[in-house]
Nanobody, 117 residues
Framework: QVQLVESGGGLVQTGGSLRLSCAAS??????????MGWYRQAPGNQRELVAT???????NYADSVKGRFTISRDVAKNTVFLQMNSLKPEDTAVYYC?????????WGQGTQVTVSS
């Protein structure tokens, strides 16, 4: 069973930055990890994709965060990051780390990001 632990959320003003981290309990360079990513869910909304990174390093972003957010990873530390810049109130949500392991999704517990106007 893979465990994903997020950290780095908090309260920030509009225009500020935060860096989220997701530490996996197993090697993310393993062939069993096909991709990792970040999703978010605001109150009353469905969970939506923010950014993903494949085992090969290809990245994908939601249009709403392109140019502001960057997903990256440290394979040696089994950790994926989400650098969030120029934050907006509409970025307020619970952010979840996701990993596709053996073809199945695994989720972290989520970390709250609140952007004040």
């Amino acid at each position: 069973q893979v465990q994903l632990v997020e950290s780095g959320g908090g309260l920030v003003q509009t225009g500020g930055s935060l860096r989220l981290s997701c530490a996996a309990s197993r090697s993310i360079s393993s062939i069993n990890f096909s991709a990792m990513g970040w999703y978010r869910q605001a109150p009353g909304n469905q969970r939506e994709l923010v950014a993903t990174i494949t085992r090969g390093g290809s990245t994908n972003y939601a249009d709403s965060v392109k140019g502001r957010f960057t997903i990256s990873r440290d394979v040696a530390k089994n950790t994926v990051f989400l650098q969030m810049n120029s934050l907006k109130p509409e970025d307020t949500a619970v952010y979840y780390c996701n990993a596709i392991v053996f073809g199945l999704p695994r989720w972290g517990q989520g970390t709250q990001v609140t952007v004040s106007s």
